[in-house]
């Protein structure tokens, strides 16, 4: 089973919504968690990082961690077709430089 | 922006041979990864390079060996390639302790 699980799978949304992501972790003393996006044949690419407790906002996209709860978010406001993509979330525990990816949510956004 | 490159972009190879994917880096980062992504599960870390010399094992190390004869290269090798480790093959650089990490545009192998 992977350290690292999100939810949902996939997920279809109209312009304009609020999409939100999930991801679960089951190290606790794991001390950086990121989101990446991988659009269609493309590379994965680095989105939002997080290292403590709380919220993060940048632009649309907001991220919140809760470590008690092993939980991590990604929240996307007014999403836009252009934000189809599979979503990757990650957490390095800080054994050694590794990083530990999900299984990934594939967006749809439609316009 | 950092810059990661693969070769090469398309690989077929047959069941048995020995495939080699190259990886070069620009940026000078200390550490390279190698990960596969396969439908459903993400991306998988093969083998991973804390700097010229250095290899670790990563989460699925078997079937793989790994080489980085410097700072800017670092390769995968499947010594007897199988159908099952069809897929596609990322290289990423990155630096500090594992965050932020560069990713190459991908290798997709097929073993027949």
């Known amino acids: 089973q992977q350290k690292v699980q999100q939810s949902p799978e996939s997920l279809i949304v109209p312009e304009g919504a609020m999409t939100s992501l999930n991801c679960t972790f089951s190290?606790?003393?794991?001390?950086?968690f990121a989101w990446y996006r991988q659009h269609s044949g493309k590379a994965p690419k680095a989105l939002m990082s997080?290292?403590?407790?709380g919220e993060k906002e940048e632009g649309r996209f907001t991220i919140h961690l809760n470590k008690a709860s092993l939980h991590f978010s990604l929240h996307i406001r007014d999403s836009q077709p252009s934000d189809s993509a599979l979503y990757l979330c990650?957490?390095?525990?800080?054994?050694?430089?590794?990083?530990?990816f999900g299984g990934g949510t594939r967006l749809t956004v439609r316009p | 922006e950092a810059a990661v490159t693969q070769s090469p972009r398309n690989k077929v190879a047959v069941t048995g041979g020995k495939v080699t994917l190259s990886c070069n880096q620009t940026?000078?980062?200390?550490?390279m990864y190698w990960y596969r992504q396969d439908t459903g599960h993400g991306l998988r870390l093969i083998h991973y390079?804390?700097?010229?010399?250095?290899?670790e094992k990563g989460d699925i190390p078997d079937g793989y060996k790994a080489s980085r004869p410097s700072q800017e290269n670092f390769s995968l090798i499947l010594e007897l390639a199988t159908p099952s480790q069809t897929s596609v093959y990322f290289c990423?650089?990155?630096?500090?302790?594992?965050?932020?990490?560069?990713f190459g545009h991908g290798t997709k192998l097929s073993v027949l």
């Open positions: 940026n000078n980062h200390n550490n």
């Open positions: 190290d606790s003393a794991s001390q950086y």
């Open positions: 990423a650089s990155g630096d500090r302790g594992g965050e932020r990490l560069f």
């Open positions: 390079s804390y700097g010229a010399g250095s290899t």
């Open positions: 990650a957490e390095n525990n800080n054994a050694g430089a590794k990083l530990t």
């Open positions: 997080i290292f403590s407790n």
